[in-house]
């Protein structure tokens, strides 16, 4: 009997691909009956596709259809069903591949008169590429889990696979209630991706100093591609901080996750699209940036899952796998007295990049009595550098103009006599093309793109331009000598590393470099630098803290700075990253409501919010103090604010220690105009909570597996005297009203 389509099932997830072309139609979780494939999007290429570098130019690479089938049989793939009673195996094997093309020799008006979509009349040109694509369906497993293989037999190079690659999906009956989580710098979501990733962007521009910063005023939204799908790119390292999907719809409690056991060494990277509404549903692919010119390429393991609930689900799977392939790092740059610090105090303001000094060497220890009336016991110092800040990198050597060598190490050691600490900034991959004294390091060390030229970025100013250096080369060697310096010779104890996990992993072309031919280890890179960092420090020695978010590279770090200031904020979930590795530390910007230069005015009303979403997940504030430009202190009110919400951070940390944040998991009931979050200590539970919008009012209740419970609380201005709340014991709960206040910290035992 003839069968057009093929079916495998776990009984739990079931399966079904075409069979003459193996694409995937019908993707269900059997316990609901709800295949998630809704629409079969004829503008993409179910399971996997391409992105081929041909001397013709890019090329997409997928596998045949039924009319590249029915051009040359010989493209036809050979399907195979194991069915088990209660597993089963999928295999495809495709002889041969094509690259997109528009068939020749069809008018655009016949086609549109006889009422076809263009779409169905392409066919590809047939090269010599084969692949394998295996879809397993363990027993008793809500995951199912895919691999692949390629193998090119040309003269080209095969640049990113797309696998797997799924579109048209949504869960229920509509795709309006759809949410989809993604870990763009910690963690971020999107309410109905369908919509909002085909929408327009809203974007202002923002101008401070020689700086042009463009704000998104709405949700992230996707890039039209060649495909006309609307597509975010999260590359791996980069804006991805960690390597999962999740896209749940909250009114079915159901939800679809993607993720691949990747290592983490090489790069990757996640794409997630939409065509819009007007062809709804949402497509998630994981990236794979192959870099394969003849040969054979496997993939790691790929999952998809069903799951009930929300993204927490997918957390919890994500970090069970990540902790048992990745053995515990047994020295990390945490330093007792950072995981009891509430935050820094960052100055920009020794030399800006137009060559501005607003302070000197000579200054530090009186900036440091300034951060220290706030409750901050910590520094951050740059454009301390000569040439200084995005303008002197990589001169890391004392600036004249500010003074010599020996002030910057008596200042310095006066800020530690009165207990402080000092970071220095460096950037990790930046160098100035136009120092002559830079040119050979240039010559040798910087980013090759595949043409051969500099992989350059600019910031700031128009006429500064900065050669991205490989970190698998000698510019690592430059890093760790300049902290070396920093910390072994100036007496610094922490450092910062900008951009490390914020700016995109690249592709480098230079064979001289240690990566040799292959071009995607930019994470081993980092990975390394961070590793040879710790091999010089004893456990309570530097603390270090970079840009962006990587859940590798992050095990290592004392903080990871995720700045949700910079970005789309409407859709900000740092919780996610948060929940996902609950005992790394975050670091987010806060900024002042008045005055606000640095930032745009969207940003500086939503002051409060920022600084109370970061105290009640836990994170590492960062506070900047640019004298005109951006200073708590020409904004009284939230002065005060910000030092009693350090304060009382600090008293938490110090009486009840770090924590693990749980987030809201375990919190059976709570007003929801409020931010609340839970944290498990030792011998008992932990409760932050916070009001942007004045006083609390109602009550929390939180499970409890204890007959009896004690509450005390720590209220915001004061935090010394801790008061006892009263509570009930019920149902496996533990019930109480909140405190009369803005900001508390809640003990249960």
Known sequence: MYQSRLHATNGIISIAVDALSGEVLEFVRESTWDNVTKNHVRNTWSLFDAVVHTEAGDKRLHAPRYLDVRANEALTPVITIDQQEKCATVTIDFPGLVLHSTKDGIAAAKVGAAGIDPVDIKVGIPVDMSARVVIELPEGDCRSKWRMSLTNNTDWEVDTVAFPAIDGMWLGDSWEDDVLVYPRFAGWQIVNPTQKLAADAQRIVWKWQEYQ?????????????????????????????????????????????????????????????????????????????????????????????????????????????????????????????????AGLMAHYDFQYQGGGIVHKYKDIPHIYDLAK?????????????????????PHYETNPNLGTEQELKDALAEVKAKGGHVAFYINSRLCNTGFEDEQENLEKFAIQNRDGSRFQEKYGAADVTFASMCINSNWRKQLLDTVNYLTHEIGADSMYLDQLAMASSVKCYNPEHEHGHTRNNWNEGYTKLIGEMIADYDPEGMALIYEGNNDVFGRGASAQLMTTLGG??????????????????????????????MRPEHVARKSTMFLYRAFVCGMYFWCYDLEWDNTWRRDPEQYERLKKTVALRVKWLKTYGFGTFRDNVGIVRAPADFMIKRYEIENGTLIAAASDKGNFSGEVSVVWDKPEAKIEARLYGDEENAVELPCTVENGAVTFQLPETELAVIVIR
């Open 568 to 597: 789309p904020f409407i859709g900000a979930v740092p919780e996610v990253y948060r929940y996902t590795f609950p005992d790394q530390v975050l670091t987010d910007m806060m900024n002042p409501r008045r005055n606000s230069a």
């Open 213 to 341: 910063y463009t704000y998104h005023l709405n949700e992230a939204t996707g890039a039209k591609d060649d495909r006309g799908a609307y597509v975010m790119h999260l590359p791996y390292s980069g804006a991805a901080s960690m390597m999962w999907m999740d896209l749940y719809d909250p009114n079915e409690k159901t939800g679809l996750y993607i993720t691949c056991r990747t290592s983490g060494d090489h790069m990757m990277g996640l794409r997630a699209e939409s065509f819009g509404e007007t062809n709804p549903g949402t497509g998630m692919a994981i990236l794979h940036e192959t870099c394969l010119e003849k040969g054979t390429w496997e993939s790691e393991e790929c999952v998809f899952a069903f799951h009930e609930g929300d993204w927490h689900w997918a957390a919890d799977e994500y970090r069970t796998w990540f902790e048992s392939v990745h053995e515990p790092i047994p020295q990390t740059h945490r330093p007792k007295w950072f995981m009891e610090s």
């Open 373 to 393: 009336e706030l409750g901050f016991n910590h520094l951050l110092l740059s454009g301390w550098n000569r040439d200084g800040f995005d303008y002197g990198f």
